[in-house]
C-alpha cells in the first residue's frame, strides 16, 4: 500500500511566521503535490512537481513555495505567513507515467491555523 | 478553463436507502479523466475510481457504481443500500491530458443515519 504521510496533523502558527509543511512517501512516486482545502471550494492545487528539484505551480501559488531535494520528500513552505492561509493542507503522490491524470494518493493533511 | 461542479452540499439518508452524488464538468479537451474521492473523517482522500474520456461505460463496484454521460457532461455516483461507513465527503474531479491542471469539486458531504 502507498503511504503518504505529513509531519503534523495539526499546527498553530502566528502571522508572519515561516512555516514548513512536509511530505513523504514510501512508493518511489515520482510526481508529488501540495493542496489546500477549504469549505466550498473543495481542494486546489498549490504546486506540484514530476522529479527532484522539479516545479509546477498549481491553481493558487501565490503566497507559497515548495522544495523537493529527495524524491519521497516534498516541503510547503509559507514564508511569512498569513490568517488567510488557515487551512487544510494535503499532500498527494502518484507513480508519474501520466502526470495528473493519474490516481493520486493522499495523505492525513495539516490543519494550519494561523493566528 | 476546466471546472467541475457538485451542486449537492449535503445529503442526509437512512441506513439501506440509495442516494446518487451528481457531478458535472466542463472542458473544451477531448481527452480528459474524472476521479472520484472520498474523504472520511479522519481526513485522508482515498481514490475510488478514475474514468478517461473515451470509456463510457458504467461501472460497477459492490454497492458502488458510476455514471458517466459525455452527452450531460456528467459523472455521477450511485451507493446502492447506504451504510453508516459511507458517511464523508466525496470529491468528483477532472484532468485534462494536455492540461497541467487538476480541478476538484467543491464535494458532497453525506450522512448516513442508522
Known amino acids: 500500500d502507498v503511504k503518504v504521510t505529513q509531519s503534523s496533523r495539526y499546527l498553530v502558527k502566528r502571522t508572519g511566521e515561516k512555516v514548513f509543511l512536509e511530505c513523504v512517501q514510501d512508493?518511489?512516486?515520482?510526481?508529488m503535490f501540495w493542496y489546500r482545502q477549504d469549505p466550498g471550494l473543495g481542494l486546489r492545487l498549490i504546486y506540484f512537481s514530476y522529479d527532484v528539484k522539479m516545479k509546477e505551480k498549481g491553481d493558487i501559488p501565490e503566497g507559497y513555495s515548495v522544495s523537493r531535494e529527495k524524491k519521497e520528500r516534498f516541503s510547503l513552505i509559507l514564508e511569512s505567513a498569513s490568517t488567510n492561509q488557515t487551512s487544510m493542507y494535503l499532500c498527494?503522490?502518484?507513480?508519474?507515467?501520466?502526470?495528473?491524470?493519474?490516481?493520486?494518493?493522499f495523505g492525513p493533511g495539516t490543519r494550519l491555523l494561523v493566528l | 478553463a476546466q471546472k467541475v461542479t457538485q451542486a449537492q452540499t449535503e445529503i442526509s439518508v437512512v441506513e439501506k436507502e440509495d442516494v446518487t452524488l451528481d457531478c458535472v464538468y466542463e472542458t473544451r479537451d477531448t481527452t480528459y479523466y474524472l476521479f472520484w474521492y472520498k474523504q472520511p473523517p479522519s481526513g485522508e482522500l482515498v481514490f475510488l475510481i478514475r474514468r478517461n474520456s473515451f470509456d463510457e461505460q458504467n461501472e460497477i463496484s459492490g454497492r458502488y457504481s458510476w455514471n458517466f454521460q459525455k452527452s450531460t457532461s456528467s459523472f455521477n455516483f450511485t451507493i446502492t443500500a447506504s451504510q453508516v461507513v459511507d458517511s464523508a465527503v466525496y470529491f468528483c474531479a477532472l484532468s485534462e491530458a494536455d492540461n497541467n491542471d487538476m480541478r476538484f469539486g467543491a464535494g458532497t458531504r453525506l450522512t448516513v443515519k442508522p
Open positions: 498527494a503522490s502518484s507513480l508519474g507515467l501520466r502526470g495528473l491524470q493519474e490516481t493520486q494518493y
Open positions: 512508493m518511489d512516486h515520482e510526481n
